[in-house]
T-cell receptor, first 113, second 110 residues
Framework: NAGVTQTPKFQVLKTGQSMTLQCAQD?????MYWYRQDPGMGLRLIYY???????DKGEVPNGYNVSRLNKREFSLRLESAAPSQTSVYFC????????????FGQGTRLTVV | QKEVEQNSGPLSVPEGAIASLNCTYS??????FFWYRQYSGKSPELIMS????GDKEDGRFTAQLNKASQYVSLLIRDSQPSDSATYLC??????????FGTGTRLKVLA
């Protein structure tokens, strides 16, 4: 029972490089989310996808783009990485938009140097 | 005012004691509330969800919700060293958004 799977687990980027974080869920959930977690800041929503075919900005979308590839997969892209994007990134999913429990992937620890 | 307030801790309790974790929130229309446990270097793991006023028990865990006072709490009975972690309070806002607190670090002393 994989649940929510994120790749990669760790990544080091140089300033200006690009990369895509992958997320897939096998729970047939409609909604998917990308969060970042920084010390003392809690979990902050970057983007979300309420259902397949839709995406919307969260609290901190600048510098990121997303793609809901299909119902299972939701990717996060950093076009030009900056040191301020050093963080731990979590993907999450829930059965319906809001109101029900969200389940998290194992996280991606990203360092931008 | 922050949307979710939690004491960052650490909250230290002896093994076998009751740990009490509290959370206040600002959104009066929120209907769904959650407690997550996060071990260091790991992802948040759902412990409890609560949707109506009162208590909800699951094993050693009890969630308490008081919408009038806008607080939710988590009690952990017979605390174990393995309960040492950061506990995140969260609520759903509107149709899509989950708001998380910054978490309370719990240390259970053997």
């Amino acid at each position: 029972n994989a649940g929510v799977t994120q790749t990669p687990k760790f990544q080091v980027l140089k300033t200006g490089q690009s990369m895509t974080l992958q997320c897939a869920q096998d729970m047939n959930h409609n909604s998917m989310y990308w969060y970042r977690q920084d010390p003392g800041m809690g979990l902050r929503l970057i983007y979300y996808s309420a259902s397949e075919g839709t995406t919307d900005k969260g609290e901190v979308p600048n510098g990121y783009n997303v793609s809901r590839l299909n119902k299972r997969e939701f990717s996060l892209r950093l076009e030009s990485a900056a040191p301020s994007q050093t963080s731990v990134y979590f993907c999450a999913s829930c059965a319906q938009t809001g109101g029900t429990e969200a389940f998290f992937g194992q996280g991606t620890r990203l360092t931008v140097v | 005012q922050k949307e979710v307030e939690q004491n960052s801790g650490p909250l230290s309790v002896p093994e076998g004691a009751i740990a009490s974790l509290n959370c206040t929130y600002s959104d009066r229309v929120s209907q769904s509330f959650f407690w997550y446990r996060q071990y260091s270097g790991k992802s948040p793991e759902l412990i409890m969800s609560i949707y109506s006023n009162g208590d909800k028990e699951d094993g050693r865990f009890t969630a308490q919700l008081n919408k009038a006072s806008q607080y939710v709490s988590l009690l952990i009975r017979d605390s174990q060293p393995s309960d040492s972690a950061t506990y995140l309070c969260a609520f759903s806002q509107g149709t899509y958004k989950y708001i998380f607190g910054t978490g309370t670090r719990l240390k259970v002393l053997a």
